[in-house]
């Protein structure tokens, strides 16, 4: 598995509270080629799935549960329009150990993208006391241990 520093949403990140990844990526603007009138459409590669690694580096204590979403936004708080692309539907607190990784893991970029997308970790029942996570865009996620 290959990692990619600028494509890195969260380093070990805590949890302990419904936030949003670390880090956020922007995507480049679109330009307007040579001799054309308008702007090219945003389209990553529509169709193709892309992976992300997602996993729990510390286990979560004291909440109940935790939904991951990645979403794709027009700021980089995930607060202007932001729009859910995947979701790992709610991960109970009995499952989120050292080592589990979120049952979703790829998504499919298109024109729908917005110009920033990253992580919300949606925390249920009380603030975790514990537990980390590391996700990042990759070329390729490893399936075995």
Known sequence: M????????????????T??????????T????????????????RGTPIPILMQVIEAFATLTSLTIT??????????????VLASSGTIAAASLVVGYRPTFTRFVPDATMKSYFGLRYTV????????KITAAVATEVQANG
Do not use: C, H
Request: overall charge negative.
């Open 30 to 45: 679109n330009g307007t080629p040579p001799f054309e009138a308008a702007a090219i459409t945003r389209n990553l590669g």
């Open 2 to 17: 290959i990692l990619n520093k600028n494509l890195l949403l969260s380093d070990g990140q805590a949890i302990t509270a």
């Open 19 to 28: 936030a949003i990844s670390e880090n956020v990526i922007l995507w480049p």
């Open 124 to 131: 249920g029942g009380s603030d975790a006391t514990t537990g």
């Open 70 to 83: 990645l979403e794709t936004a027009d700021n980089a708080a995930l607060s202007s329009g932001a729009v």
